[in-house]
């Protein structure tokens, strides 16, 4: 855009209108605000001509055009050197659009990039490239090594998290990557924050215990293990983290010593819940669901290794095995959490289901349905034929096969699908259709939640912000139907198969009133 244009549309309301309403911006007082505000900030017009131009040539691939401006504007006016960004959307013409799809879909991501200048050259240098986890733990756990405070420590944890989330929301959103990379990365940063808060909490309780006393160096061995969809590499950007700890005292100890383990064991675990659930100027790291523990909210925070299997062997019900088929040793004693998962494998897996445990799971099926219904359709996990109903089913036929197939014991719904097709527990056409199916539907929930960094699962009731969302999953508008028609008759045809392929798998094959001998 010329100089000279750019100062007509800054001067004229109507000339701001004439260039903005075509783009597809909307509050167009709003738009001209943007504008005027970074020429007062001293972009020179050439500069800001380009980047006008750049913005119009990007327009039609943004689902909301006005949040894409406004960020724009905070984000210039937030850099250090707001002549020098522009100066190098200039020079980069590849740099501006892929930011203003960022922006388009999340203005809890625009947040963070304009308070942390930094993050900006660091999701340029890795272009949303995956990062090995042992890398990812190593950096975080050698940053953490070096602060002696808990408030310098929660900033760097969340800070990371604020930084890799951005690094994988490029490769999401710009780079189009599968979604298992995405999810498997988001897992991966948060097995990173849950070992660098491991690392700093056993200094802390070292100091403060005076090295436990006459255990000196002898201290249990401590681990975290992960259920749900951190325990299956399929986090979400706004997930819970279900987390089981775990100790085992040192070898010969004596009563005392036991009973100190213990005392040791749960302060790292109360210091370790704190460091990731307190609330600090930068947020919380996670939300942490400790239920899934043995014996749930009455159990210790941090149970024996021996106590937990004994729970288990005596007490253990369906559902416990149906959670612990995403088990995963994610921190701590890596060693001590995979041998006491082996230990339980033939718990978890039998080769027969029983009368009780198929009564079992037809009791959580039925509850799941429940909520279903009162949920209605507009929920993306809960709702019929929804996340959570493939999960479901897909973690039962794992249960009815597992224990003569070891290879479908995966805690990844997709790598599972694929294992049970394998192995002919489900065909072809049906691994193909809930493979694609579950894809789009965590596609869509990361779509819901990043937006503003919400724990959300339910479709916009407003048509323009559900219009909005189907620009963002990729619906285009066409002369005849409308993004947000294409991904209404989508959705809906995709749940509605979703539940005929799991009715045939669990409903029809059990019935409610099973009387089958095992």
Not at 348 to 371: H, P, T
Not at 493 to 509: G, P, S, V, Y
Request: glycine letters at 6%; aromatic letters at 6%.
């Amino acid at each position: 855009m010329q100089p000279d244009t750019l100062r007509r549309l800054l001067d004229s309301d109507d000339e701001a209108r004439a260039w903005l309403e075509p783009l597809g911006i909307t509050d167009l007082r709003a738009a001209r605000a943007n504008l005027l505000r970074l020429a007062e900030a001293g972009l020179p017009l050439d500069l800001l001509g380009t980047i006008c131009a750049q913005f119009a040539r990007t327009a039609p691939q943004l689902a909301d055009p006005d949040l894409a401006l406004n960020c724009l504007e905070q984000f210039l006016l937030s850099a250090r050197s707001p002549l020098a960004t522009a100066a190098l959307f200039e020079r980069d013409i590849t740099s501006l659009p892929e930011l203003l799809l960022l922006f388009n879909t999340s203005r809890k991501l625009s947040n963070w990039l304009c308070t942390d200048p930094e993050s900006y050259d660091l999701v340029r240098m890795t272009g949303g490239r995956a990062v090995a986890r042992d890398l990812l733990v190593e950096e975080l756990v050698s940053e953490v090594r070096c602060l002696d405070n808990d408030q310098p420590v929660m900033a760097a944890l969340r800070r990371f998290k604020q930084r890799e989330t951005l690094r994988i929301a490029y490769g999401d959103i710009v780079r189009q990557q599968p979604i298992a990379q995405t999810t498997r990365q988001i897992s991966y940063v948060a097995d990173a924050i849950v070992e660098g808060a491991i690392d700093f909490s056993h200094r802390q309780v070292e100091a403060k215990q005076g090295r436990f006393h006459h255990l000196a160096l002898r201290r249990p061995r401590f681990t975290v293990l992960a259920l749900g969809k951190l325990g299956g590499l399929e986090l979400n950007y706004s997930s819970d983290i279900d987390l089981v700890l775990l100790y085992e005292p040192a070898p010969g100890s004596n009563a005392r010593a036991a009973g100190e383990s213990q005392e040791y064991a749960n302060r790292v675990s109360q210091e370790l819940i704190r460091l990731l659930t307190e609330t600090t100027d930068m947020g919380f790291a996670y939300r942490v669901d400790m239920r899934l523990r043995p014996e749930g909210r009455h159990g210790p925070l941090c149970s024996s290794v021996e106590s937990a299997l004994a729970y288990y062997d005596v007490r253990g019900r369906t559902w416990e095995r149906q959670a612990y088929v995403k088990a995963r040793a994610i921190a701590g004693d890596l060693d001590l959490g995979r041998g006491y998962l082996a230990e339980l494998e033939p718990w978890i897996y039998r080769r027969y289901l029983s009368l009780a445990d198929i009564a079992g799971i037809q009791a959580l099926k039925r509850r799941i349905e429940d909520r279903a219904a009162r949920q209605g359709e507009r929920n993306v996990k809960t709702g019929h034929g929804g996340i959570r109903d493939i999960e479901f089913v897909i973690q039962f036929l794992q249960l009815l096969n597992g224990g003569a197939l070891p290879k479908v014991r995966s805690g990844n719904t997709l790598e599972a699908i694929a294992e049970l097709e394998q192995n002919g527990a489900l065909t072809r056409q049906e691994r193909s259709i809930l493979e694609e199916n579950y894809g789009y539907l965590r596609k869509l929930e990361h779509r819901l939640q990043i937006m503003f960094d919400l724990q959300t699962h339910q479709l916009p009731a407003d048509d323009l912000e559900l219009a909005r969302l189907a620009r963002r999953m990729d619906y285009a508008e066409t002369p005849s139907k409308s993004s947000l028609t294409a991904f209404q008759q989508d959705y809906r045809q995709r749940t509605e198969l979703n539940r005929k392929i799991l009715d045939h798998l669990l409903h029809d094959a059990f019935g409610d009133q099973t009387r089958t001998e095992p």
